[in-house]
């Protein structure tokens, strides 16, 4: 294994034990506490801000694929057969506007490029709201 992943796997496995840390250190009255009650209690904003935010910190080192889409087009697969280095493939999208930034496959923000000590990226010029990503995916 890399050593990125043996990072991954030794926080995986400091989680595992700190959740098993906090289970047995339970007292035994919150033991007793009705089921329904417990299933509300986790899923609820029963704590302050902060014990919400320390429930997000687990996901925040997962990784996600970020994609910036240039353009689009659809091509008949005889065109595609006669591709050859140098050939100029036309995209739907105009020259000036802004590019797609996804996260998984999913639209999340729209930016333009720029170039940083000569490399590529994106400023993110516009993010889409939570409102319409839901609405998108229902689509």
């Known amino acids: 294994m890399s050593d990125d992943t043996d990072a991954i796997m030794d926080d995986w496995g400091a989680a595992m034990a700190e959740q098993t840390a906090a289970e047995t250190a339970q007292p035994a009255a919150a033991a ?19 014990e919400t935010h320390n429930d997000i ?30 050939s100029v493939v036309e995209l739907a ?15 999340i923000a729209q930016g333009e490029v720029v170039v ?15 409102a319409e990503r839901i609405r998108k995916l229902n689509k």
């Open 57 to 86: 910190d687990f996901i925040l080192d997962i990784p996600v694929q970020l994609t910036v889409e240039l353009g689009r087009t659809k091509i008949a697969i005889k065109n595609l057969l006669q591709l050859a280095q140098g």
């Open 116 to 130: 940083v000590n000569d490399k590529f990226g994106i400023r993110v010029t516009d993010i889409i709201s939570p």
């Open 93 to 107: 999208g105009m020259a000036g506007e802004p590019m797609d930034i996804l996260i998984n496959g999913c639209l």
């Open 32 to 50: 007793k506490e009705a089921p329904a009650r417990s299933i509300f209690k986790e899923f609820g904003n029963s704590g302050p801000a902060t």
